[in-house]
């Protein structure tokens, strides 16, 4: 074999792999697309039918009765801002805590066993969720209400953020931890001082990732919550939010409400939105400060 | 300088005193300013029409005034949704702002479900309870028929503009899957001089256990042995045929996405959307549009035998009643017989709103599409308000 031929074969080869490269590169940019898309056509559907109803009002006043024109869905603004805030004030903490817990006390078996719980926890349908809340505080209350939503909305969001935390708590480097211990520093004053700050960004991803879920949630709120025409600040009261006002109007006969439906999904989009633009930003101003 | 000081405490205090009474007076009346905010002025329209039945007039003196505060809590039947919702709002704007009367529709089966678990104060149900479920609940209850409607026959035949005729054996072959096509001979024995397309029939009903269901399903066993003796009667029963769909929404969906599609859906719902409603053939042998009007009628002929427990359905109405439509509905209130004494304030002002929703209430209800009582039936139901005890003490006088 001439060395020209050995040349040929040797481009037809690489021609051949490039091709294959190019071919599995297409896929995958495919596949990235496919996965895009579903985001995209949703963002821009609630956008072209929320936009027409999405007005001042509709944040700022109570609905009006059926067959009537105009209100808003202030209660449910409202009550979103109210139970998430407090399901995930409630979550956070005991959620963060877990992650410490499994990652930095726990050791090898006990921290298997806890993430394996922690797992099934987060793999519970909703709604079952929502009927353990039923069961913990609105039987024993005699009615509904917002804090039975929020404790709701809290079991909801543990699973997610204790194991982000545990993750990002592994993600921190040894030689960190092992500088610090070198220098005398007590193992709970590391947690506090070294390994919590350089997890925190990732952490806080976490939670944000969580909150924008049960922001979403409607299943656990149906026989927590159950929903309200008014704008209430009592936690003994029922309360109501934007997914159960959405669920109600989607699924009812009048156009005006369907307009309110798609509207009230922008302004739950939005509010995660900017939640979690908000909470960037901050991270990143903090970030800066720190280098 | 002390009394400057004290005189500016003073001062805060007014400001803290009236900043919170304000919050907590539009925590209870919040509805109210939705026309003084809003571009839309929404209250405007919600202005008292010429009502039948002066409130005033009939009032019983309760210990409700007008200052009084209550949040009275229901749940249940999503029928009744728009109708309640809009008259415990003008309730609270015209005659009592301090009581907020919260309802929300999570279904007949759910309102049943929190009425049992007592986790409400009132329920709301598109078919009365079963000796069964009142038995379940342990203590003794009060069915109060509150609103009627129609279940329609709704259907999709593109490029078909007359009005479809239906007899209650054809509905009754058509949901037996003995009645396929539109072309059917049965169909056209129904529409004389109307040409119906040939086109196939989906068959389309509810999924979910459904007041609707019962009524729809009461009417054909009624009518048709055939179907007495196969499918029957029930909140939701084993269908031969046909796709379901979630609740009416879901059904009027179905029908709207499928040419050649028949559903039974709450008036309003076809109404709302736009969908034809199809002409049903009472006991008289007359068809009959569902309308506000034929719905009354129907209950108007169920009253005079209703039982004095107020549990009975207003379908297939006798031939005495020739404008009565066959396929009537009612949504009835759920109400323990006594409450316990704790709950006196939310129980006055509970019976209180619903005396006014059975009187002044009714006039809204054609806004909503749904039908007013009966006259008859508003006598029969005042006395069994007036039979609701809150610790062994009558209520209503």
Same mark, same amino acid.
């Given at each position: ?34 996965? *895009?898309?579903? +985001? !995209?056509? #949703? ?9 027409? $109803?999405?007005? /001042? &009002?509709? @944040? ?72 353990? *809340?039923?069961? +913990? !505080?609105? #039987? ?9 939503? $929020?404790?709701? /909305? &809290?079991? @909801? ?135 | ?397």
């Amino acid at each position: 074999m001439s060395a020209d031929a050995r040349t040929r074969l040797g481009d037809r080869r690489i021609r051949r792999r490039r091709a294959i490269d190019r071919l599995m590169r297409g896929l995958l940019w495919l596949a990235a697309a496919v996965a *895009a898309i579903p +985001l !995209v056509l #949703v963002l821009a559907f609630v956008l072209i039918q929320g936009l027409p $109803a999405f007005n /001042l &009002a509709l @944040i700022t006043q109570d609905p009006v009765p059926a067959g009537f024109p105009g209100g808003g869905v202030a209660p449910a603004v409202v009550g979103t801002l109210i139970m998430v805030g407090l399901g995930t004030l409630i979550g956070t903490p005991v959620a963060v805590l877990t992650g410490i817990y499994i990652r930095e006390y726990a050791g090898g078996r006990g921290a298997t066993g806890i993430r394996f719980l922690i797992d099934v926890l987060a793999g519970i349908p909703t709604i079952a969720v929502g009927l353990f *809340a039923y069961g +913990l !505080v609105v #039987v024993p209350m005699g009615t509904f209400s917002g804090l039975a939503g $929020a404790v709701a /909305l &809290a079991v @909801i969001i543990i699973p997610t953020v204790a194991r982000v935390t545990d993750e990002m708590l592994g993600l921190v480097s040894g030689s960190v931890r092992e500088a610090a211990y070198a220098l005398g520093i007590p193992p709970w004053k590391t947690i506090v001082r070294v390994t919590m700050p350089a997890a925190a960004t990732g952490i806080v991803t976490g939670i944000l990732l969580g909150v924008a879920r049960i922001a979403g949630e409607t299943a656990p709120l149906i026989f927590t919550a159950l929903g309200n025409q008014r704008v209430t600040a009592s936690l003994a009261e029922p309360m109501d939010a934007l997914p159960l006002r959405i669920w109600v109007y989607a699924s009812g006969p009048y156009d005006a409400w369907h307009q309110q439906a798609w509207a009230a999904s922008l302004v739950l989009v939005l509010l995660v939105l900017t939640f979690s633009i908000l909470t960037r930003f901050v991270l990143r101003r903090r970030a800066a400060r720190l280098a | 300088m002390a009394i400057d000081l004290r005189a500016r405490w003073g001062a805060l205090a007014v400001i803290a005193a009236v900043t919170f009474g304000a919050c907590s007076a539009s925590v209870g009346s919040s509805s109210a300013p939705a026309g003084a905010g809003g571009g839309n002025a929404p209250a405007a329209s919600v202005a008292a029409p010429a009502s039948a039945v002066d409130y005033s007039s009939v009032s019983p003196s309760t210990t409700i005034g007008k200052n009084d505060k209550a949040e009275v809590t229901g749940a249940g039947s999503t029928a009744i949704y728009p109708w309640l919702s809009a008259v415990a709002q003008i309730y609270q704007q015209q005659v009592a702002p301090g009581v907020a009367v919260n309802y929300q529709a999570i279904g007949s089966g759910g309102g049943i479900a929190q009425f049992q678990a007592k986790t409400v104060d009132f329920g709301a149900s598109d078919i009365y309870l079963s000796d069964a479920q009142e038995q379940q609940i342990g203590v003794p209850v009060l069915n109060v028929p509150m609103i009627h409607w129609a279940a329609a026959m709704t259907y999709n035949l593109p490029g078909f503009t007359g009005e479809v005729r239906f007899s209650p054996a054809t509905i009754a072959g058509i949901y037996l899957g003995k009645i396929t096509n539109w072309n059917d001979p049965a169909l056209a024995a129904d529409n004389p001089g109307v040409k119906l397309p040939n086109l196939g029939i989906t068959v389309a009903h509810r999924s979910d256990g459904s007041g609707t269901t019962m009524n729809f399903t009461s009417f054909l066993s009624d009518t048709s042995p055939a179907w007495k003796s196969t499918v029957g009667a029930g909140l939701s029963v084993n269908w031969p045929v046909g796709a379901g769909g979630k609740g009416s929404a879901g059904v009027t969906a179905l029908v709207k996405q499928t040419p050649g599609a028949i559903g039974y859906v709450e008036l309003s719902y076809a109404l709302q959307n736009n969908l034809p409603v199809g002409l049903v053939k009472n006991a008289a042998g007359n068809f009959i549009k569902p309308t506000l009007a034929s719905t009354t009628a129907a209950v108007a002929a169920a009253v005079p035998n209703a039982p004095a427990d107020l549990r009975f359905l207003i379908v297939n109405p006798p031939a005495s009643s020739p404008n009565a439509y066959p396929i009537g509905a009612s949504t009835w209130v759920l109400l323990y017989k006594d409450y316990p004494a704790s709950k006196a304030t939310e129980v006055k002002a509970m019976i209180d709103f619903l005396w006014w929703a059975i009187h002044n209430g009714q006039s809204y209800a054609a806004q909503v599409d749904y039908s007013a009582m009966a006259p008859d039936l508003v006598t029969k139901v005042e006395a069994v308000l007036k039979s609701v005890t809150v610790g062994g003490q009558p209520v209503l006088p």
